[in-house]
């Protein structure tokens, strides 16, 4: 048997990144913030993959700074870089189910205007 979950709650780091193709298929890219249990340490950051009706709820709804909560699998994409030739990989999390965890009044001030401090 094995197991590849993965689950995680913090703040979106990046507006979503949305990709439609001509297949019909949806994909959306976002970076999450995690923060640790010291608040002296950096967050950890990771690169979340979401598809299909998901992706377009993602698209909807998550802005900069959402709390969201995520639960996926981890899987790591791999490239030739093409300067060097070197194989490069990056972990990614594609995400089966997405949680709004922020209020409603948290998305419309992430959404709102900042006011002009010059008149």
């Not at 507006?15 to 994909?27: A, I, L, T």
């Not at 089966?96 to 205007?113: H, Q």
């Amino acid at each position: 048997m094995s197991l590849n979950l993965v689950s995680l709650v913090g703040r979106a780091g990046t507006d979503p990144d949305v990709k439609y193709f001509e297949s019909g298929s949806v994909v959306c890219n976002v970076t999450l913030a995690v923060n640790r249990r010291s608040r002296e340490d950096q967050p950890d950051w990771f690169s979340l993959e979401i598809w299909g009706k998901t992706a377009e709820i993602a698209a909807s709804y998550v802005r900069k700074g959402s709390l969201i909560g995520v639960t996926g699998s981890l899987k790591f994409d791999r490239w030739q870089d093409r300067s060097t030739g070197t194989d490069r990989s990056r972990p990614v999390i594609r995400v089966d189910r997405l949680d709004l965890l922020g209020s409603k009044r948290d998305n419309e001030a992430s959404t709102a205007k900042p006011y002009d401090d010059e008149f």
